[in-house]
């Protein structure tokens, strides 16, 4: 049964989030239009909140750990809200948004920090990228602007380096060409799947086509396959 929810509200323009990007620039996500869907509508979002309560305590644990360590090595840090950005494109209408967990400065050295709680995803790198790339641009923070950004990632006992070599020709095309997917006017086709679908915050009350997770509780079928 799908829950009533209220109708999507279209936005005045686009408006996407680095964290929707990551993903499907990567290929690990295939599913085009739930990001252009949260880029051009207003919505009541689904959300699992006791899985969001943990993962923000997990989060704010790390985040603090980290920030620590790093004032320890001499360097004057700054995070989340302080590191928030909203760069608008081209199109003076399209608005990339988000927020780095840790900018770390020490003299001429500026690094952003991503704090991942969870296992390893192929895409991690990814939005550290983004983030470096748009950290730097007019409409960037302050203590980021026309700066040249490395970047890390931060797991629980480890931190792996994003170099700033990353950010090649190829990266910035395949970011222009998913950025234009998602404001774009025409609306992409829908690729539900099981794992996509559970994580999506887009609930099935604005997707008829969304997978949702059904209990097997008969027996299996025989088959002669192996």
Not at 30 to 37: E, I, L, P, S, Y
Not at 73 to 81: A, K, L, Q, R, T
Not at 132 to 160: D, F, Q, S, T, W
Request: glycine share 6%.
């Amino acid at each position: 049964m799908v829950n009533q929810v209220s109708p999507p509200t279209p936005k005045q323009a686009p408006y996407i989030w680095v964290t929707w990007l990551a993903p499907l620039i990567d290929g690990a996500n295939h599913c085009h239009w739930a990001a252009w869907f949260q880029a051009n509508y207003w919505f009541d979002k689904s959300d699992d909140k006791d899985f969001v309560a943990e993962w923000r305590m997990k989060h704010e644990s790390l985040l603090n750990q980290r920030v620590e360590e790093l004032e320890h090595e001499g360097y004057d840090v700054y995070v989340e809200d302080e590191n928030s950005f909203k760069i608008t494109g081209k199109d003076k209408k399209t608005v990339i948004s988000g927020k780095a967990d840790i900018v770390a400065i020490r003299g001429d050295e500026v690094i952003v920090e991503d704090c991942k709680t969870g296992r390893k995803r192929s895409y991690d790198h990814i939005q550290v990228l983004m983030y470096m790339m748009l950290l730097a641009a007019p409409g960037g923070p302050a203590h980021c602007r026309k700066k040249k950004i490395e970047g890390r990632l931060v797991y629980n006992g480890e931190v792996i380096d994003v170099p700033s070599d990353l950010l090649t020709a190829d990266f910035k095309d395949a970011f222009r060409s998913i950025v234009r997917m998602a404001s774009g006017t025409e609306e992409p086709r829908k690729t539900p799947s099981a794992r996509e679908c559970r994580y999506c915050k887009v609930p099935a009350g604005h997707c008829s086509e969304r997978f949702e997770e059904q209990s097997d509780d008969g027996e299996l079928e025989e088959h002669d396959l192996f």
